[in-house]
């Protein structure tokens, strides 16, 4: 696989989750930078704006099992992960997996499960694995987490922990239609179900090889240099209480690679730290009080223009 087929393979994906989803072009795009950098998804909307059918239609695009779970104050770590059963005819115990062990895995309103719950998907999120009754399984590969939350709902709901948070790859927001968009909507919509009839335009293997070459997309010292410098300074101390990690610089370096393949480059420049560095960087950012009343998208973008620019990759 070139890096050529990488961009035709992305807007094979592309193309098919736009037969269901409308608009959000550039959503679809940053989810398959995702996809292809082997990360997790945080999708964080109000009720509605097709978290959960965007999710499904990335599924359905691939040929890969899908699982979903449910997130609710009474779920268990064990009904994500799996379960220890003593089989009376054998006289051992055997471990049963859960719906973890898949390729694709929506933890729908993730923050409404306790913290308990919720670190269940710690372990297998960061090292693809888990861990029962001191055994090691491994995940499935690829593996991918796509969680939704509701940012705006607070009853009942448990805050994700910055150890959670700090574990997905990017969080991303659909936010609402244009009037357009919503008369297109209604319009496919009107007489069928677009998600049940969408098919597989692609498969695991490929998946696997397109995440492979992402990885070879060359990053200069002085790319590395700019992502280093714009989370150096994300961490001031007199402005955020928490920066971000040196997962964080990984991460987007990471995406980079893969939105320059999705682009069909070979290398990486500034322009996708630019368009990557918010949806990477904001969700680890805890600001300092109320500290130049901006939200942490707004200080990563203002940040963009303080951090100079590499003129020669």
Known sequence: MEYAHITSFAKVLAENISRVIVGKEDQIRLLLTALLSGGHVLLEDVPGTGKTTLAKSLAKSLSCEF??????????????????????????????????????????????????????????????????????????????????????????????PEAQLDRFLMKLSLGYPTKAEAVAMMERFIHKQPLQELLPVADAEQLRQATALCATCQV?????????????????????????????????????????????????????????????????????????????????????????VPTEV
């Open 67 to 160: 699982a979903r779970i449910q997130f609710t104050p009474d779920l268990l770590p064990a009904d994500i992960t799996g379960i220890r059963v003593y089989d009376q005819r054998s006289g051992e115990f055997t471990f049963v997996k859960g719906p973890a062990f898949t390729n694709i895995l929506l933890a729908d309103e993730i923050n409404r499960a306790t913290p308990r719950t919720q670190s269940a998907l710690l372990e297998c999120m960061e090292e693809k694995q888990i861990t029962e009754g001191g055994i090691t399984y491994r995940m499935a590969d690829p593996f991918l987490v796509i969680a939704t939350q509701n940012p705006v709902e607070t009853q009942g709901t448990f805050a994700l």
């Open 220 to 308: 200069s010292k002085e790319i590395m240099d700019y992502i280093a410098r714009l989370c150096a300074i994300a961490r001031a101390p007199d402005k955020v209480r928490l920066g971000p990690s040196p997962r964080a610089a990984l991460a987007l370096m990471r995406c980079c690679q893969a939105y320059a393949a999705i682009e069909g480059r070979n290398y990486v420049i500034p322009d996708d730290v630019k368009a990557l560095a918010v949806p990477v960087l904001a969700h680890r950012i805890i600001l300092r009080g109320t500290a130049y009343q901006l939200s942490p998208e707004g200080f990563i973008r203002s940040l963009l223009t303080q951090v100079s």
